[in-house]
């Protein structure tokens, strides 16, 4: 991109292997950008959860000892878990993704004093993007709110380290066909309408290494998850699929927080050699109704 705000722009494709077998939503130069800002700034957020914007990011919204301690407390907790699904990663709290509804809701009620407990001795950096989210909408009259189902609440977010091998921590995948799980039936997130941006925050506490964010500018449609089998979870498309479709590859630094449009593929880079660890604090957030904006992790 040629703006002087955004200082990514798509790289170049790599040789093609096969035909892109991809026929998704691609979109316009105009929308597929993710302008950088030093400053917070929820109007740029809420272009994002409006469609109009494929994403943003917020260069240094966390301080250095403010990270430091959040990933301390997150490494240090006895609630860390290893995820050992086909998405490998450390823990903290609880997240959707391939649970039934009842134990995905019995675990966010558990998980509750954990994820509180990752901000002692901290700011509360996850609130203070919320209620800077939360304020921006209330001006146009639109309430945020974590999801729920009946009288219980989804998670807010999820603290999780990617431990994925190979050429990526976490593989291309979409967000939007995690809101078809049959298992999950009457769950709220559910009823999002399909044209809606499904949007993806993560607060980055750690990156030791690489861990770039890879975007592809394709928004797969139900055709292309029947065809490799991937209607409920959107995980993991194959490389060679996405061969000749323009990206963006983001650094991603410590203290950054960002929102992308999660319903166009995208994924986490690997660590390089010999580097650490890559920790973020995240959630999903869409418009429920035309007044609601709900959030789940």
Not at 229 to 254: F, I, N, Q, W
Request: aromatic share 10%; proline share 6%.
């Amino acid at each position: 991109m040629s703006t002087p705000s955004s200082p990514l722009s798509p790289s170049a494709s790599p040789p093609a292997r096969s035909p892109a077998v991809l026929s998704g939503r691609v979109r316009d130069s105009g929308f597929f950008q993710l302008p950088a800002r030093p400053v917070f700034d929820a109007a740029l957020v809420d272009d994002v959860l409006c469609g109009r914007l494929a994403g943003c990011f917020f260069k240094g919204f966390v301080d250095e000892a403010t990270a430091g301690r959040i990933a301390a407390n997150f490494w240090s907790h006895p609630a860390l878990e290893t995820r050992n699904d086909s998405v490998p990663a450390w823990v903290l709290g609880t997240y959707h993704y391939g649970r039934t509804l009842d134990d995905y809701l019995d675990r966010a009620a558990h998980a509750r004093a954990a994820l509180a407990g990752v901000f002692t001795g901290a700011r509360h950096v996850f609130d203070e993007v919320m209620q800077a989210l939360a304020a921006r909408l209330g001006t146009r009259g639109i309430a945020l709110r974590v999801a729920r189902h009946g009288a219980r609440d989804a998670a807010p977010f999820v603290m999780r380290s990617w431990r994925g091998s190979g050429d990526f921590a976490l593989d291309p995948h979409d967000d939007g066909a995690q809101l078809r799980q049959r298992a999950q039936a009457g769950f709220e997130i559910q009823g999002i309408a399909d044209e809606v941006p499904v949007v993806a925050m993560n607060i980055c506490l750690e990156n030791d290494g690489d861990g770039q964010l890879h975007y592809w500018n394709v928004e797969p449609g139900e055709a292309d998850r029947r065809a490799f089998g991937l209607e409920e979870t959107g995980y993991p498309y194959p490389v060679h699929a996405l061969d000749g479709v323009s990206k963006l590859v983001v650094p991603v630094e410590r203290g950054d927080v960002y929102f992308f449009n999660g319903r166009l593929i995208h994924a986490v880079q690997a660590l390089g050699a010999g580097h650490g660890y890559r920790s973020t604090i995240s959630c999903l957030l869409a418009f429920r109704d035309p007044q609601t904006v709900i959030y789940w992790a």
